[in-house]
């Protein structure tokens, strides 16, 4: 069993950056893929960024170029650094993570962090 808890959301204007942190306990963090989603009022939940236990990265072509997902191992952490922002960008955004090879689908979930960006 893995915990995870966002932070750093809050408000910012257009253009502007973020830096989102999810910090994972009670499992080795390791041998999970991490990823973070997003939900805006009335929209689905989309994935935005994704990387794997050995670093490999994947985006959402609507933050490419814009947003990098990094995990410090170290810390048990991983990041969402989010620069360029729109008010689009505006929703929930949540960690989650996967254990590799045993689970196909994201089975861990943070309680998500607000993230408005103001036009």
């Known amino acids: 069993q893995v915990q995870l808890v966002e932070s750093g959301g809050g408000l910012v204007q257009a253009g502007g950056s973020l830096r989102l942190s999810c910090a994972a306990s009670?499992?080795?963090?390791?041998?999970?893929?991490m990823g973070w989603y997003r939900q805006a009022p009335g929209k689905q939940r989309e994935l935005v960024a994704a990387?794997?236990?050995?670093?490999?990265?994947n985006y959402a072509d609507t933050v490419k170029g814009r947003f990098t997902i990094s995990r410090d191992n170290a810390k048990n952490t991983v990041y969402l650094q989010m620069n360029s922002l729109k008010p689009e960008d505006t929703a929930v955004y949540y960690c989650?993570?996967?254990?590799?090879?045993?689970?196909?689908?994201?089975?861990?979930w943070g309680q998500g962090t607000q993230v408005t960006v103001s036009s």
């Open positions: 989650a993570a996967k254990r590799v090879v045993v689970d196909d689908q994201y089975r861990y």
């Open positions: 009670g499992s080795i963090f390791s041998i999970y893929a």
């Open positions: 990387i794997t236990s050995y670093g490999s990265t």
